[in-house]
């Protein structure tokens, strides 16, 4: 057997490197995760989650604190019910610089359209309008889940969690049979599936009143108005998305990776807030974002694009000093580092040729670091400085963190963005680091355990660093 090369850098199968103890605590985090990302699958959700584990662990909102900020002092921002600033003080002043991860809690689905109830056919269906990247193919012939807020007239607020008990109904997007998708097969995939024709059932049932010209569609309103109060006109100030009805499992006869929906960038939020949570009384101030509409551009004022966490800063810089000014708040940012949590894509076995091997990211060789983002020449990449990867690297070689690097898929292939830039605008250094997917994007993402052991281990290291 070849002895291994002490100059030689590869990657390693996390497993291997773990003793019983840990073994067990990857397996238990596991768990954990797949208990959260259940209940977590919209941003409000998530954040709703987020804000409620902060409480319980002690966090107070930041307009409740009083009197100047001392070590151990535990105060969070949330931002319109879909982003959330958590700030654990730590024993050296705020203004020499704070540690800072930011993960993004949206993801993928299908929104239901402003004026979304429609009657075709004998049938009511749901216009929808889908929201990030998406294989639109991937999201017919799914039962589905529908979620969100209705805020009525009266300006009640109406919360909706239909078709993920198992006596709830579901919503589906029905698809051809394949005796009569010649046409459709002869296609290319995006021209094949329009998103317009992204329409989910939601009944069939016409009520009696031969009156009605839209008999289905009046009955769905209907049990809408029994059900929640609400009347049609109300749907124009909703907020409803449609996701997949299926409950997180493992995957694999070993139990070794985790299938769920919203892993991307969930599985990363996860890591972050069970990290921040374990901390006493770190050197630096440690700072976690919750920030929402990643997938869309990071727009709108939930979005890293937007002011709410200079926002967050500079409440925290007057509440800790009594006072505050602009130049205070650019040299704390600029003195501050970060990590952007979120994921990479990891090799497909079936799918091998859109990566390059020596710079793709495995499913269980740990946490993942990715130097870039961006697409063809780095485009809208944030690309680390090497100083600053090295500190990284150090600090997680210091911590036992297993970790590897990986960049999405080959230099022409595509590629994709994150909120690391964003961050870097700010001044501070930044690097991408969170766990490997497969099938991301897709209704089901598979993570491995190990990875998100690895994720939780480096996160918690960053913030003691």
Same mark, same amino acid.
């Given at each position: 057997m070849t002895e291994k090369s002490e100059f030689v850098y590869s990657k390693k199968n996390v497993w291997e490197y773990l003793n019983k103890e840990e073994k067990e605590a990857a397996l238990h985090i596991g768990e954990n995760f797949k208990r959260y990302i259940k209940h977590a699958k919209t941003e409000r959700e998530t954040i709703n989650i987020t804000r409620e584990f902060a409480e319980n662990n002690g966090y107070k909102p930041i307009d409740k604190i009083t009197g100047q900020l001392r070590p151990g002092d535990r105060l969070y921002q949330e931002i319109k019910g879909k982003a959330l600033v958590i700030a654990l003080i730590g024993e050296i002043p705020i203004t020499n610089g704070i540690n800072i991860i930011g993960a993004h809690v949206d993801s993928p689905r299908l929104d239901l359209k402003v004026h979304p109830l429609f009657e075709q056919n004998g049938l009511a269906l749901f216009k929808t309008h889908y929201y990030g990247g998406i294989k639109k193919y991937q999201w017919l012939s799914l039962p589905l889940a529908l979620h969100g807020v209705v805020i009525r007239g009266d300006g009640l607020k109406i919360n909706i969690c239909l078709g993920e008990d198992d006596n709830d109904p579901v919503f589906t997007i029905t698809d051809i049979l394949p005796h009569l998708a010649k046409e459709q097969m002869d296609k290319k995939v995006l021209e094949a599936f329009p998103g317009e024709n992204l329409n989910a059932l939601?009944?069939?049932?016409?009520?009696?009143?031969?009156?009605?010209?839209? $008999?289905?569609? %009046?009955?769905?309103?209907?049990?809408?108005? $029994?059900?929640?109060?609400?009347? %049609?006109?109300?749907?124009?100030?909703?907020?409803?998305?449609?996701?997949?009805?299926?409950?997180? $499992?493992?995957?694999?006869?070993?139990?070794?990776?985790?299938?769920?929906?919203?892993?991307?960038?969930?599985?990363?939020?996860?890591?972050?807030?069970?990290?921040?949570?374990?901390?006493?009384?770190?050197?630096?101030?440690?700072?976690?974002?919750?920030?929402?509409?990643?997938?869309?551009?990071?727009? #709108?004022?939930? #979005?890293?694009?937007?002011?709410?966490?200079?926002?967050?800063?500079? %409440?925290?810089?007057?509440?800790?000093?009594?006072?505050?000014? %602009?130049?205070?708040?650019?040299?704390?940012?600029?003195?501050s580092q970060a990590l952007s949590a979120d994921v990479n894509a990891a090799v497909d076995p079936g799918f091998e040729d859109v990566m390059e091997k020596n710079?793709?990211?495995?499913? #269980?060789?740990?946490?993942?670091?990715?130097?870039?983002?961006?697409?063809?020449?780095?485009?809208?990449?944030?690309?680390?400085?090497?100083?600053?990867?090295? $500190?990284?690297?150090?600090?997680?070689?210091?911590?036992?963190?297993?970790?590897?690097? #990986?960049?999405?898929?080959?230099?022409?292939?595509?590629g994709g963005g994150t909120i690391a830039y964003m961050l870097a605008n700010l001044g501070m250094d930044v690097v991408d680091c969170g766990v490997a997917l497969l099938g991301m994007h897709s209704p089901y993402e598979v993570s491995h355990k190990a990875d998100i052991y690895m994720m939780y281990k480096g996160y918690q290291a960053f913030y003691n660093s």
């Amino acid at each position: 057997m070849t002895e291994k090369s002490e100059f030689v850098y590869s990657k390693k199968n996390v497993w291997e490197y773990l003793n019983k103890e840990e073994k067990e605590a990857a397996l238990h985090i596991g768990e954990n995760f797949k208990r959260y990302i259940k209940h977590a699958k919209t941003e409000r959700e998530t954040i709703n989650i987020t804000r409620e584990f902060a409480e319980n662990n002690g966090y107070k909102p930041i307009d409740k604190i009083t009197g100047q900020l001392r070590p151990g002092d535990r105060l969070y921002q949330e931002i319109k019910g879909k982003a959330l600033v958590i700030a654990l003080i730590g024993e050296i002043p705020i203004t020499n610089g704070i540690n800072i991860i930011g993960a993004h809690v949206d993801s993928p689905r299908l929104d239901l359209k402003v004026h979304p109830l429609f009657e075709q056919n004998g049938l009511a269906l749901f216009k929808t309008h889908y929201y990030g990247g998406i294989k639109k193919y991937q999201w017919l012939s799914l039962p589905l889940a529908l979620h969100g807020v209705v805020i009525r007239g009266d300006g009640l607020k109406i919360n909706i969690c239909l078709g993920e008990d198992d006596n709830d109904p579901v919503f589906t997007i029905t698809d051809i049979l394949p005796h009569l998708a010649k046409e459709q097969m002869d296609k290319k995939v995006l021209e094949a599936f329009p998103g317009e024709n992204l329409n989910a059932l939601c009944g069939s049932l016409p009520i009696e009143l031969n009156e009605v010209k839209e $008999r289905v569609k %009046e009955s769905i309103l209907g049990i809408l108005n $029994r059900h929640y109060g609400i009347v %049609e006109e109300d749907l124009l100030s909703a907020e409803l998305e449609l996701v997949p009805a299926i409950a997180p $499992r493992d995957v694999g006869l070993d139990r070794s990776m985790i299938g769920a929906y919203g892993q991307d960038d969930r599985v990363c939020a996860y890591g972050v807030l069970k990290a921040i949570n374990e901390l006493e009384r770190p050197v630096n101030t440690a700072i976690a974002i919750f920030s929402d509409k990643e997938e869309i551009g990071s727009v #709108g004022n939930t #979005g890293m694009y937007s002011n709410f966490f200079t926002n967050f800063m500079a %409440e925290l810089l007057n509440k800790n000093a009594g006072q505050y000014n %602009e130049l205070m708040l650019r040299r704390t940012m600029r003195l501050s580092q970060a990590l952007s949590a979120d994921v990479n894509a990891a090799v497909d076995p079936g799918f091998e040729d859109v990566m390059e091997k020596n710079n793709a990211a495995r499913l #269980g060789c740990g946490l993942v670091i990715t130097k870039y983002t961006g697409s063809g020449g780095k485009k809208g990449a944030n690309d680390a400085h090497a100083e600053y990867m090295a $500190r990284v690297r150090k600090i997680f070689n210091d911590n036992k963190v297993i970790w590897q690097t #990986g960049e999405l898929g080959k230099v022409d292939q595509g590629g994709g963005g994150t909120i690391a830039y964003m961050l870097a605008n700010l001044g501070m250094d930044v690097v991408d680091c969170g766990v490997a997917l497969l099938g991301m994007h897709s209704p089901y993402e598979v993570s491995h355990k190990a990875d998100i052991y690895m994720m939780y281990k480096g996160y918690q290291a960053f913030y003691n660093s």
